[in-house]
């Protein structure tokens, strides 16, 4: 019976719960956004629906907020193979969602000056803010590409190791780039759909392991190595 004092256990449903989570809030986000339907400047857009707008910046916020706690729990199926790879993908995806998660702080700036400036205008100001060096070094490039490549090498990290099979990174890969060829929009639903399934299908089977299966990653304790006692004591 599932304990949170049970640590094993309890790493083992975050991450496969967030893996469905995460993604599910970030396609909910594209289609409550009013920006979705109609003109995607946020300066229109948010006097189009101001609830729906918030609530959009919102779910994008959270989606981008849990996927680097999900990535550091897949770091666990790494341990033993694809370790390099494994470790400086989910290094870049916890950055890259880090830093992509930081800038959504841009939507209420550009609601403020929708609401108080004609759009031209406001979005003129707009850019000198957020093109000051310090924001675009500091928060901008090239760390909020470290997510959307990052994810999907993780993912093949993962697939080596043959806990699942190559589409699951494919899938997740064509999802996050291809968004990136399209205008923001309807044409953006299938990609944001793509990572929903391909992250929902490994979230599930961390969900279906055993907690024997799931401490079976943790290094083994060598001779002259300490390895702490939880790890093979854990009440399964």
């Known amino acids: 019976m599932f304990k949170l004092s049970d640590s094993v256990a309890f790493r083992r449903s975050v991450t496969g719960v967030l893996l469905f989570v995460a993604p599910l809030l970030q396609f909910v986000a594209l289609l409550v956004d009013p920006g979705t339907w ?4 946020e300066m229109v857009s948010y006097g189009d629906n101001p609830a729906l707008a918030q609530l959009e910046s919102a779910l994008y916020h959270w989606s981008w907020m849990l996927v680097p706690i999900a990535a550091f729990g897949l770091l666990h199926l790494v341990r033993r193979k694809s370790v390099v790879l494994g470790h400086v993908a989910g290094g870049m995806t916890i950055i890259g969602y880090m830093s992509v998660s930081a800038l959504l702080l841009m939507d209420p700036v550009e609601w403020w ?33 470290f997510g959307m490549v990052g994810l999907p ?6 697939s080596r190791t043959g806990f699942v099979h190559w589409w699951v990174p494919a899938v997740v890969a064509v999802g996050y780039l291809g968004a990136v060829a399209v205008p923001y929009g309807p044409l953006m639903i299938p990609f944001w759909v793509a990572p929903v399934i391909a ?5 599930l089977k961390v969900l279906k392991m055993t907690n024997a299966q799931w401490r079976s990653y943790y290094p083994s304790a060598d001779p002259g190595v300490t390895t702490p006692d939880s790890y093979a004591n854990t009440t399964a």
Do not use: S
């Open 38 to 41: 109609g003109d995607d400047r």
């Open 153 to 158: 090498l993780l993912l093949l990290a993962v």
């Open 199 to 203: 992250m929902g299908y490994l979230g």
């Open 113 to 145: 000056f929708g609401q108080h400036y004609p759009v031209a205008q406001g979005q003129k100001m707009f850019d000198q803010v957020f093109d000051l060096p310090g924001v675009i070094f500091g928060f901008t490039l090239p760390w909020i590409y």
